[in-house]
């Protein structure tokens, strides 16, 4: 029996204009009379999560910033912070990149330096507490993670600098179409998840994850109920038991209908 779900937000729950499905208040009632938990798994920080959701947001939990930080019941039970002289060797290298800009993400908040207006609409998305500063190196704060907003595309652009750099060191992994997210190696949603299942002593057969992306790749095998999206790149598609519809054509909800609420 399903005692846990958890989704990915963008390209997976979200349409493609970010918006939520019509019917997830609906189903999120349906499942909560059922006992079930809904995690949130997403890149995004934990405060534009809480935007998202609205009133809802009070009902579920939260894998955030690629699982870098844990929120049970309204609460932080896990974070994991990077080294001041990790992020000082990113930044320096990360600057050289053309056509991108660094996000630092906070526990609560994003630091940018200034950039375009391509960029802010971009970041805009994503990021509801940010703070613009004059030198990103010269930012006090506990940062969880760093992400690189890359308009050239970010496979093909910053991976292919920053990923042999730091891989030995950090997780650094394409997390959108112009995203690169990097991260201590020991964060990804996966173990993030284990974190909610160890708490909740739910076993993986007890779980079901959706997600589209290869930021997703270790929480589809956390779950022994895994679904990757139709609209998911094709070689994600090897990475889950079985394929959902298209996020266009709400296949979380789906899916969620037909193996927990109607099963």
């Not at 989704?7 to 349409?15: E, H, I, N, Q, Y």
């Not at 060191?169 to 998840?193: C, E, F, H, S, Y």
């Not at 909740?200 to 095998?221: C, S, T």
């Not at 956390?222 to 998911?232: D, I, T, Y």
């Amino acid at each position: 029996m399903i005692k846990l779900i958890t989704t990915d937000m963008d390209g997976t729950l979200l349409d493609e204009n970010s918006n939520l499905p019509e019917s997830f208040t609906e189903v999120l009632n349906l499942i909560r009379e059922k006992d079930v938990k809904l995690v949130i798994a997403s890149g995004r920080p934990y405060a534009t999560l809480q935007t998202n959701f609205g009133p809802m947001a009070k009902y579920l939990s939260y894998i955030t910033d690629n699982g870098a930080l844990v929120f049970h019941n309204n609460e932080l039970i896990f974070k994991d912070v990077m080294s001041k002289d990790i992020v000082q060797d990113i930044l320096k290298k990360a600057k050289t990149i053309d056509n991108t800009t660094v996000v630092l993400c906070g526990v609560e908040c994003a630091y940018i330096e200034n950039c375009s207006d391509e960029y802010l609409e971009e970041i805009k998305k994503y990021y509801v507490n940010y703070e613009v500063v004059d030198d990103l190196t010269k930012v006090n704060d506990d940062i969880i993670k760093v992400t690189i907003c890359d308009l050239e595309t970010s496979a093909k652009n910053s991976n292919t600098i920053l990923e042999p750099l730091f891989e030995d060191k950090l997780n650094v992994v394409v997390a959108g179409p112009l995203w690169l997210d990097i991260m201590n190696k020991t964060v990804n949603k996966g173990t993030a998840l284990k974190k909610i299942m160890d708490t909740l002593d739910i076993a993986k057969d007890e779980v079901m994850a959706f997600g589209d992306y290869y930021n997703d790749i270790e929480m589809l095998n956390q779950a022994e109920h895994s679904f990757v999206m139709k609209n998911a790149p094709e070689d994600m598609k090897q990475h889950a038991k079985y394929i959902a519809e298209s996020n266009e054509d709400y296949g979380v909800l789906g899916a969620i209908m037909e193996h927990v609420i109607l099963a």
